[in-house]
């Protein structure tokens, strides 16, 4: 397994590939891996030649009062298990190298960005897409895989791909789940062992709206309000939204007749979880 | 000569010769040919084994009140110059095919686009950085030609390249002028002859500025009245700005030991026309 840090020793790597005929996948992270992550690895494996993993906590999509600077880190924990997949390159750029001076380039992507986490956390978004956008450069893939529990990350990187021309397919992997139905994210290393309780609330939240709409409920505001009684039921879970919106543009109201996107942010003691749900077929 | 609409087709055609080892230049242009985009075809010809032409009118850096609906057009015209350089790939996409329904991403290169024409033409660069970015996507070039007649857009752009890790080189070209010193533009087409004459006023005054230069002058603020001087002995230009500002960063006073960027943007008529000029040693 190669480590590369240098940006530009990693493009010269990746256009040597594409030309050598590799197929390349790219799963972005920010480190400190947990099975979510694995699992995009195992997709990238399955479906590449050259497998490159990139750990970059990158500083333009938090927020001055969000929690950069003590985000979990484990390289050497985060290494060991990029080399059992097997990965074949692991991008670690230093934040000098990826924001040169006088970088002053943003890519925004608009209307999909507006809601949901977007209104929560100004120029989050445009942090994600602008550092996407420069992996994407930088590593030149064939395919990105990216997980469906920053869902509205996801469909704006699906946006930017198609509005961009970028020549890559974006392959999205559905929620990875504790046993007990927590949503896998780094930042549960932040909770307690009382707080690790209290945060099931929201995967309880969203299966008991699933469950009411597998029984034949339609109505996203009467499945928002299925969801949001079991939040209510756990008061230290402070929330910050539950919403129900259309699963492909993000708007809302959610129609009947196409898939609802039903999207939760939430604070446990200090720290902020998110955690979604799609019910209805979805398109591919 | 190859003529493609398709994007994708483009861009296969793109990812077919890089593999093939072709090295690709790419000269962007929105049409109606002069010699001072041929001479950019000849760069990008000496430079590549695959030249690309693009020929795209691109409404995004268009304001609401200005010349997009009547932007000159000559396409035959324009493919038998370009056979004569010659090109091999002419891409001339439908604006359809470019901006598709729900388009909602945007390039955008702050600080550098602020001043200049940047203040007189809200949205116009973010329209350019972001057609810009695409075309790159779909023809994938090693080299991108430049006029530095749009000075300020090229500076955008080479900063663009750097921040997003566009794997390309920007090549700029200094600008051609016809005998009489009228920089050459398409726009030039809607100048009555009257017009015409009036026009020399922008080059004029640049030049009287150089000389004012060459003669040892190097505060910026007395260049610049040199130029203005010039420029109000011709009432029929109406000037819409005229700055000296470093030539790399586009701020403010320019400082004398930098090269000075000397700028001009005026009307003559309904006509806008822009010119400039650098003074002083440039990096590369």
Redesign the interface.
């Known amino acids: 397994m190669e480590v590369i840090a240098d940006?530009i020793a990693m493009?010269r790597r990746a256009?040597a590939a594409?030309?050598w005929?590799d197929r390349i996948a790219l799963v972005p992270t920010m480190g400190f891996l947990h099975e979510g992550h694995l699992t995009l690895m195992r997709e990238g494996r399955a479906r590449a030649s050259m497998l490159v993993a990139s750990i970059f906590v990158n500083p333009t999509q938090f927020g001055p009062n969000e929690d950069l600077a003590h985000y979990p880190r484990d390289l050497s924990g985060d290494l060991a298990k990029l080399r059992e997949v097997p990965v074949d390159v692991v991008f670690t750029p230093d934040r000098e190298a990826i924001y040169?001076p006088?970088?002053?380039?943003?890519?925004?992507?608009?209307?999909?960005t507006r809601g949901l986490c977007g209104a929560h956390r100004p120029g989050h978004f445009r942090g994600v897409?602008?550092i996407v956008?420069?992996l994407f450069?930088?590593v030149?893939p064939h395919f990105a895989i990216f997980g469906e529990k920053d869902f509205q990350q996801l469909r704006a990187i699906q946006?930017?791909v198609?509005?961009?021309?970028?020549?890559l397919e974006i392959v999205p992997m559905p929620i990875v789940r504790e046993k007990d139905g927590l949503a896998m994210s780094s930042r549960n290393a932040y909770l307690s062992p009382d707080e690790r309780r209290d945060a099931l609330a929201l995967s309880r939240a969203l299966f008991a709206a699933r469950d009411h709409y597998v029984a034949g409920m339609r109505d996203a505001e009467t499945l928002r309000k299925t969801a949001l009684k079991v939040i209510a039921e756990t008061p230290k879970v402070e929330l910050e939204y539950l919403e129900a919106v259309d699963a492909d543009t993000l708007e809302w109201p959610a129609r009947a007749d196409r898939p609802i996107l039903l999207a939760v942010a939430a604070r446990v003691g200090t720290t902020r979880l998110i955690d979604n749900i799609v019910l209805g077929v979805r398109r591919p």
């Open positions: 940006p493009q256009e594409r030309r005929g040169t006088g970088a002053q380039t943003w890519v925004e992507v608009t209307e999909l897409t602008t956008a420069k450069n930088l030149k946006r930017m198609i509005d961009l021309n970028f020549d």
